[in-house]
Every structure is written in structure tokens, then in C-alpha cells.
């Protein structure tokens, strides 16, 4: 028996930061969830309602973890192969919007949340010296344990847009047709397979 948030290492590294003194928020939009929180909005999001047990053994293989954004946005790891790094699996980030991002593994997203902005904007001068506009309250703190705990920085929004495209260029259309197994008719897949094959290019 363990009271370990999950069975990835470096995802309860970041659950001990998030839940140590203070508690502050470090990141934009974030927080946790239990880990594996069977109802995270997966069923909504994909128009999965009543399909539940039909669908299951493709459900199991989404780890839903942590709320993306203040609006509904949620994260979740996709258990593509049987790989033995959990933590290198990716990341998929499904947007309130019907939107899809792809992270290549957690120290990517690592980083992204290092950006203090749920969209992953990069804070220019003019936005830093803004009296309406603030980081976190756990920022720094974060940067700060990122930098000592695993050696990472925060990108700057060049290379947060290649952490992106690499995601879905590695991972994009083979995610898009492996939901297309079982997701709804109703859903637009094209787009996002031309999405992330654009990307490709």
C-alpha cells in the first residue's frame, strides 16, 4: 500500500511541490486531480454519454490528471504502447474549444506550465509591467524547483510552439485515428488529423 499520488516518479514530485507549503497555485489554469478521475469530462468531451461500458477498454487506456484551464480544459497521459516510462507517454490536453494539444511526455509540460499562462503565451515586458496583470503566487517557487529538480527552464514562446508542433507531429494523427476507433460520428476528425499533419510539414 502507498500513498503515492500516482505510479509515475516525476508526476508525484510535482504533486509534493504543488501540495507543499503554501499550497500556492505556480501555474496558470492548473491544478490536480485525483489521478485516473474516471469522471475528468473525457465522456463529454468525446459525446460518449451511455457508450460507457461499450467503450471502456479505449477509456482505461486515458489517465486523466490535472484541469488545464479555468474553463474546462483538462489534461490526461494516453497509454499508446507499453512502454516502461510512464512519464515519457504523451500528454494530451483536450480544450474546453473541441481543441487538441499534444506534449511529448511530462517534462515538456513540465516546462509549458513554467509559462504561468494556460494558452502557453510567453509574458513580454509590456505584460510584466501591466499593474492588472500577475504571476501566480507560486511562480517563482516553481521555476526555482523546475530548475533544481530537473534541470529545466522555462521555454521562451518559440520554443513552447516547437514543444507543441513536436507533440503532434509525433503523436497527432496516430491519436486522431486511434479515437476515431470509438469516438462519436458527430465528431470532426478530419480537421484535426489535417491539424496535425500540417504540423508535419
Not at 514562446?157 to 494523427?173: H, P, S, T
Not at 465528431?187 to 491539424?195: C, H
Amino acid at each position: 500500500m502507498t500513498d503515492a499520488y500516482s505510479p509515475i516518479p516525476e508526476l508525484n514530485l510535482l504533486k509534493d511541490f504543488s501540495d507543499g507549503p503554501g499550497e500556492d497555485a505556480f501555474s496558470d489554469g492548473f491544478e490536480f486531480y485525483v489521478y485516473d478521475r474516471p469522471d475528468a469530462g473525457l465522456l463529454e468531451w468525446l459525446c460518449l454519454e451511455g457508450r460507457e461500458e461499450e467503450v471502456r477498454g479505449h477509456l482505461d487506456r486515458l489517465t486523466p490528471f490535472a484541469q488545464a484551464t479555468g474553463s474546462g480544459s483538462f489534461y490526461a497521459l494516453w497509454h499508446c504502447d507499453d512502454r516502461t516510462d510512464p512519464a515519457t507517454l504523451p500528454v494530451i490536453r483536450f480544450g474546453d474549444e473541441g481543441d487538441l494539444d499534444v506534449i511529448e511526455g511530462l517534462r515538456d509540460l513540465f516546462r509549458l506550465l513554467a509559462m504561468d499562462d494556460e494558452w502557453f503565451t510567453a509574458w513580454d515586458e509590456e505584460r510584466e509591467a501591466d499593474p492588472e496583470e500577475e504571476h501566480s503566487p507560486g511562480h517563482e517557487a516553481y521555476v526555482a524547483w523546475l530548475k533544481e529538480t530537473f534541470g529545466l527552464t522555462p521555454p521562451t514562446e518559440e520554443e513552447a510552439d516547437e514543444i507543441l508542433d513536436e507533440g503532434g507531429r509525433k503523436y497527432g494523427v496516430r491519436f486522431v485515428d486511434w479515437l476515431e476507433e470509438f469516438g462519436s460520428p458527430d465528431i470532426d476528425f478530419g480537421s484535426w488529423r489535417k491539424e496535425f499533419a500540417d504540423a508535419g510539414r
